[in-house]
């Protein structure tokens, strides 16, 4: 098991900009987040999946902030017209649903808005 | 609303110096609180789940305490390598299972 992976690890774009992060989980595992963290400051949630279907999605994320789980697998976050308040590290985790529901975290992606 | 506050923001030890981070949570029902440790750069590990007050677990130098209020984080004897950020977070009961996060407290080890 080789843990949860992101792609990519850096991204630099330029204001206005689309950028679309990858998050592919631990398998078999069925619940996946993503969270964002700025310098200085915890994670801030943003959505969470069960298998393919979004149960939860943060006041955080405006409609500039789209997220997807086809088939349940790996995980999309896409951001359109990026600003550059959208400069921070996106996290992601999963995890299995049982009771102690520990979250497994990714290397993250770390974006700066230009 | 469910808030996490950590203190304090950074601890500067000696090697050798043992000392304890604090976590206090308000939530509206606790299920579980976390601590995780993140190197700069990197996502958060994790370390610890607790679920109950009174209940305590250990790894190596690290030990984490609960109560009804707040967690303790106690390391014994720090080594450099033990410098990073620990980071809190709460599970809070009757929602989806997201993760409330502190600010973290930034740990630096000196020899």
């Known amino acids: 098991d080789t843990g949860v992976s992101q792609d990519p690890r850096h991204k630099i774009t330029k204001r206005g900009q689309n950028v679309t992060f990858r998050c592919d989980p631990i398998?078999?595992?069925?619940?996946l987040y993503w969270y964002r963290q700025t310098l200085g400051q915890g994670p801030e949630f943003l959505t969470y999946?069960?298998?393919?279907?979004?149960?939860?999605k943060s006041r955080l994320l405006s409609d500039r902030f789209s997220a997807e789980r086809p088939k349940g697998s790996f995980s999309t976050l896409e951001i359109q017209r990026t600003e550059q308040g959208d400069s921070a590290m996106y996290l992601c985790?999963?995890?299995?649903?049982?009771?102690?529901?520990?979250?497994?975290f990714g290397p993250g992606t770390r974006l700066l808005v230009l | 609303e469910d808030q996490v506050t950590q203190s304090p923001e950074a601890l500067r030890l000696q090697e050798g110096e043992s000392s304890s981070l604090n976590c206090s949570y308000t939530?509206?029902?606790?299920?579980?609180l976390f601590w995780y440790r993140q190197d700069p750069g990197k996502g958060p590990e994790f370390l610890f789940t607790?679920?109950?007050a009174g209940e305590e677990k250990e790894k190596e130098r690290l030990k984490a305490t609960l109560t009804k209020k707040e967690s303790f984080l106690h390391i014994t004897a720090p080594k450099p390598e033990d410098s990073a950020t620990y980071l809190c977070a709460v599970q809070v009961s009757g929602g989806y299972n997201k993760l409330i996060f502190g600010a973290g407290t930034r740990l630096a080890v000196h020899p």
């Open positions: 607790l679920y109950s």
């Open positions: 398998s078999e595992h069925n619940r």
């Open positions: 985790a999963s995890s299995l649903p049982t009771s102690t529901e520990t979250q497994y």
């Open positions: 939530v509206s029902g606790l299920r579980g």
């Open positions: 999946f069960q298998n393919e279907a979004q149960l939860e």
